[in-house]
């Protein structure tokens, strides 16, 4: 049963009516005002009605979006959600007698007020047969790099000759390491992985050595190249259907984010603990870390900027996209249209601020993805249509599009289709049909395809790479 929410009924109660009769404000007076606020503030036509503020003084809904929010505290004159008894309420709900949450950085921050969360998950996705041994180097790497932090011998000397090999070249070695991240970053969204898996492991073991030998003065720059780096190697893991070694990682990345001193950083990192905890199969603790530090970004100077946005769009995606795995429909689609709103306050489209890739094509990127993890095929397939492709720019979110439509069409027996789809994406990236995704709808279609057909799905997965 819903605890009312007193908090917001005496505050609208405070407030005598505008129409001068002396009464105290109805419910219809403040859903007018709020919605006269968000159309003066936003541009966006308000929907608030009477009806809708009961639910929230009765308690059944204790977190309305954005713009909601910031008209109630507007009208009621509340300088924070708090005072309105607003506060995140969604699946998972956090014990009614917690403290408000500090930010969650690592799996151990969630253990401590929440270990339900974290239970042993048995269906983890091995590294499987077929892996190239350039891959089985890399995550032998990244185990030494995530679980110790080792530096490797001599690796200093690299970074100095490297410098040297470029002309006229007499930046810091700091500088150096920065813009080979940058690199980095762009030949991710390339899914470019290949040169990931050769370059990262020894920038991560750089920047530790760098760390280590270079002064105090600089300490707060090498961690914000570690947050990033790490964020990559998370990301670069999750590829690599390791999710374990991606959620240490992700904590490394959490962890030096936290030492920044800044509201942005930490909600950068929070991104990609949020797909470590769903890549591993822990939806709900996904969705719980995500919407923590959402709601702490919410309360920052930088969130009506278009990188505060961004992060805060992106961290919604990602939560919507754990919920649905998780087959909370009800939460995926509400995080997903608090996101679609962020997108729309956004100074321009077809960004890539924070290396986020958000705007609203992006949202619908994810709204195709999160209808596949439901189960709607036909209405991932209706959307899908209607995305211009033209301002999909990132070759992975391209190629990962592509793959999910294959994945619809596989399931709804269009092999032809679902070929057609891969193929397009193996155009677009190549290495992308090497993911997870793409090997499950090569499985897919191996094992359900018969005669000519199953030769030809034969065949395009040995082209891309993908064993019988």
């Known amino acids: 049963m819903a605890t009312p929410n007193d908090l917001l009924r005496t505050a609208r109660l405070r407030i005598k009516s505008p129409s001068g009769s002396g009464r105290d404000m109805s419910r219809q007076e403040l859903a007018d005002l709020a919605n006269k606020h968000i159309a003066t503030n936003s541009g966006r036509q308000g929907a608030i009605d009477a009806e809708h503020i009961g639910k929230l003084e009765r308690g059944e809904h204790r977190w309305p979006n954005i713009h909601h929010r910031a008209a109630f505290r507007a009208v009621l004159g509340a300088h924070s959600d708090a005072e309105l008894g607003f506060y995140i309420d969604r699946r998972p709900r956090r014990p009614e007698s917690a403290a408000p949450l500090p930010f969650v950085s690592s799996a151990s921050d969630l253990q401590l007020w929440a270990p339900d969360l974290l239970r042993p998950h048995t269906g983890g996705h091995g590294f499987g047969e077929g892996g190239d041994m350039q891959r089985r180097r890399f ?116 962890l030096l984010a936290q030492q920044q001193g800044d509201s942005l950083t930490p909600a950068i990192s929070a991104r990609i603990l949020t797909h470590a905890f769903a890549a591993s199969g822990h939806h709900e603790a996904a969705v719980v870390v995500a919407q923590r530090a959402a709601q702490q970004l919410e309360q920052a100077s930088v969130f009506m900027t278009d ?156 082209h891309a790479g993908v064993p019988r």
Request: contains cysteine.
């Open 307 to 462: 990188d505060g946005l961004s992060v805060y769009g992106a961290l919604l995606l990602r939560a919507a996209v754990a919920a649905a795995s998780a087959g909370d429909r009800a939460t995926a689609y509400e995080l997903m249209r608090d996101a679609a709103r962020a997108a729309t306050l956004l100074s321009h489209d077809n960004g890539n601020a924070q290396w986020t890739a958000f705007d609203r094509t992006n949202v619908l990127l994810h709204e195709v993805n999160i209808a596949l993890r439901l189960g709607d095929h036909p209405t991932a397939l209706a959307i899908a249509d209607r995305i211009d492709l033209r301002a999909v720019r990132l070759p992975e979110r391209g190629a990962c599009l592509h793959i999910d439509v294959a994945s619809a069409n596989a399931h709804l027996g269009r092999y032809d289709q679902a070929l057609a789809a891969l193929d397009t994406a193996r155009t677009i990236a190549p290495q992308e049909l090497r993911n997870r995704s793409a090997r499950r709808v090569f499985t897919h279609l191996q094992s359900c395809t018969r005669g000519a057909m199953h030769d030809r799905v034969l065949a395009a997965s040995h």
């Open 139 to 254: 995550i032998t790497h990244a185990a030494n790099l995530v679980v110790g932090g080792q530096a490797c011998v001599g690796v200093l000397r690299f970074l100095h000759d490297h410098a040297q090999r470029r002309a006229g070249d007499s930046r810091s070695p700091l500088l150096v390491l920065q813009h080979e991240t940058y690199e980095l970053k762009r030949a991710y969204q390339a899914s470019q992985y290949q040169d990931l898996l050769a370059r990262l492991p020894m920038l991560l073991t750089l920047r530790h050595e760098l760390e280590t030998e270079g002064s105090q003065a600089l300490a707060q720059d090498w961690q914000a190249t570690g947050v990033h780096l790490y964020h990559l190697l998370a990301s670069v893991l999750i590829k690599l259907n390791d999710p374990a070694l991606a959620l240490l990682a992700a904590e490394r990345s959490g």
